[in-house]
DNA sequence: ACCTGAACACCGTTCAAGT
DNA sequence: ACCTGAACACCGTTCAAGT
């Protein structure tokens, strides 16, 4: 359960870091503490069922702690064998797992490199920098899940599948959208669902204009839903509360709120809070789809 | 709740403002919902010119270097007035100005101290961390539109005015789309702007449950369409291309892709990097009204 | 070729101590 | 009551070394 948070006093509780973007200059921040083990509800994350992609070292052993072995004497130099130890590959896929395991404010260089079990310094052969680092993550994020199995004849439904299935994937990952949403991302993992979304709405008659710019809206749209949807539940872990507790506290304030100055927003509060968000995305969904069919149909009847 | 456990460790008297733990962590932060005055006329958002709120001392001086005029000599303790020279509000200003001028990642404790003439340590006594000051900031982003303006009979007209402003100003302020995107705000300014939106949803004869799911679908596709709009220009700031140059160079890598993978990225690569994002949101909105629209047309016979 | 220690210039946050 | 110096435990990044 969620409930047992409050940033721990002990330890300083440094702020979230608002992200690491600049290449140069100010490094990006700290690491929060303040978010415990991302213990809301929800199916497993981590590393559970999804689907992988194709040759990939799959989740690979957790990185042993220690070279060597032995004492803590730590020496120059790279230690025996001359193969590499670290690979670009190796570096991300331990940056996908720390990820997972400890959020995106504890992905830093010398947390990677201790995962690693190497010094921070040792990194910069394989990235070159943070920031480049974490743009590979953000496509990474896209590795375990192709929409091209969503393909099929019937557009709505296979965009209602592509939809749920992406959005389900994002939740399962944690910090995914907060990651994503912070860059633009064009790497191969990427592509190849943005492949597979034309290719339904190219099939459903739209013209190549129409389908790029409903793609785009339909990935657009979807990852300010689901980003919002992930802020929102570790608001909720940053309260220390539950979900139903925190929302019923926030529809008190919007119900106490001046009902001359915003009638709506206090007649509404229950609506505004309702808890079940994948309600919510269905229903965004089917505005958009039904928007989209508006196109669709004035193409038809020629 | 975070908020009163905790106590200082080892001052008594240094209990937090009775004020902040009223407030609890939400979006809206220390202060309540009354506000204090913030001209906000919107127009010059710039740097020099924003509204002040009542009695401030202005712009203040940028921080001169050293006080009493002479040697570095920098004493402890406040100088020499009683008035209290920093404010909530004051401190959020210069949070707003800072953002404004140098960007998300300028915004630091440290550097907003130094905005203030002011040393980091300071401002713990006006926000609780780095995280609640983005909080604020994040709604303050808001302060400056009034969407109230724009509801009018015609739904339609309104709703397209509406987020055609909203974009416009969300693209004018550096970083803005990063810092909201990033957290779940429930301030003043934010409840202001959903309230309008609620009032033409409602007018358009939208349901209770329509129209705040509605709203809410409005809200998020925008601010992922935003994001992805200001990520892609500090995507093309940070590579130091001009857009034009930036774009060509991403259609030539979807061009290169193998075709018999992403047939449909490859031949609509073009399309897929057209230059004009007005023309794409105004696309992703019009198919959210038209989405919208079978919903009021499905409720309207009865 | 690959990794490291050490250093640099930063962070957020706390706290006893000044005025 | 309000602000500060100093400290603590972190950052990202560079670079001359070691092996």
Redesign the interface.
Same mark, same amino acid.
């Given at each position: 359960m969620p409930t047992d948070?409050?940033?721990p006093?002990g330890t300083p509780?440094h702020?979230?870091p608002?992200?690491?973007?600049?290449?140069h200059?100010?490094g990006?921040?700290a690491r929060?503490d303040?978010t415990p083990a991302h213990g809301s509800g929800r199916p497993a994350h981590g590393s559970g069922t999804t689907a992988h992609g194709p040759g990939r070292p799959a989740d690979a052993p957790p990185a042993e702690g220690v070279p060597g072995g032995g004492a803590g004497a730590r020496r120059r130099g790279r230690p025996r064998k001359d193969e590499p130890a670290l690979t670009e590959r190796v570096v991300l896929d331990a940056g996908v797992r720390l990820l997972a395991r400890d959020g995106l404010d504890a992905v830093t260089m010398r947390g990677l490199a201790a995962e690693l079990g190497v010094r921070a310094a040792s990194l910069y052969r394989y990235v070159r920098n943070k920031d480049e680092l974490l743009d590979a993550l953000a496509d990474e994020q896209f590795a375990g899940i192709d929409l091209t199995r969503y393909v099929q004849d019937d557009w709505r439904a296979a965009l209602t599948a592509m939809a749920t299935a992406l959005r389900r994937h994002l939740l399962a990952r944690r910090d995914a959208a907060?990651l994503i949403?912070?860059?633009?991302t064009?790497g191969p993992h990427s592509?190849?669902n943005?492949?597979a979304l034309?290719?339904v709405l190219?099939g459903a008659g739209l013209s190549?204009?129409?389908? /790029?710019?409903?793609?785009?809206?339909c990935?657009?749209? !979807?990852? %300010?839903?689901v +980003?919002?949807e992930q802020?929102?539940l570790s608001?909720e872990v940053?309260?220390?509360m539950a979900p139903r507790e925190y929302l019923d506290?926030?529809a008190g304030?919007?119900r106490a709120?001046p009902a001359d100055?915003?009638?709506?927003?206090v007649?509404?509060a229950g609506?505004?809070t309702?808890p079940d968000l994948a /309600?919510?995305f269905d229903?965004?969904m089917?505005?958009? !789809?039904? %928007?989209?069919? +508006?196109?669709v149909a004035a193409g038809e009847p020629r």
């Amino acid at each position: 359960m969620p409930t047992d948070r409050t940033p721990p006093r002990g330890t300083p509780a440094h702020g979230r870091p608002a992200d690491a973007a600049a290449a140069h200059g100010t490094g990006g921040g700290a690491r929060s503490d303040g978010t415990p083990a991302h213990g809301s509800g929800r199916p497993a994350h981590g590393s559970g069922t999804t689907a992988h992609g194709p040759g990939r070292p799959a989740d690979a052993p957790p990185a042993e702690g220690v070279p060597g072995g032995g004492a803590g004497a730590r020496r120059r130099g790279r230690p025996r064998k001359d193969e590499p130890a670290l690979t670009e590959r190796v570096v991300l896929d331990a940056g996908v797992r720390l990820l997972a395991r400890d959020g995106l404010d504890a992905v830093t260089m010398r947390g990677l490199a201790a995962e690693l079990g190497v010094r921070a310094a040792s990194l910069y052969r394989y990235v070159r920098n943070k920031d480049e680092l974490l743009d590979a993550l953000a496509d990474e994020q896209f590795a375990g899940i192709d929409l091209t199995r969503y393909v099929q004849d019937d557009w709505r439904a296979a965009l209602t599948a592509m939809a749920t299935a992406l959005r389900r994937h994002l939740l399962a990952r944690r910090d995914a959208a907060r990651l994503i949403a912070g860059r633009f991302t064009t790497g191969p993992h990427s592509l190849r669902n943005i492949e597979a979304l034309l290719t339904v709405l190219r099939g459903a008659g739209l013209s190549d204009h129409d389908a /790029a710019f409903a793609a785009y809206t339909c990935v657009t749209s !979807l990852f %300010g839903f689901v +980003a919002a949807e992930q802020n929102r539940l570790s608001a909720e872990v940053a309260a220390g509360m539950a979900p139903r507790e925190y929302l019923d506290r926030l529809a008190g304030r919007l119900r106490a709120m001046p009902a001359d100055r915003y009638p709506n927003v206090v007649a509404l509060a229950g609506e505004l809070t309702a808890p079940d968000l994948a /309600a919510r995305f269905d229903f965004a969904m089917a505005r958009l !789809l039904a %928007g989209i069919d +508006a196109l669709v149909a004035a193409g038809e009847p020629r």
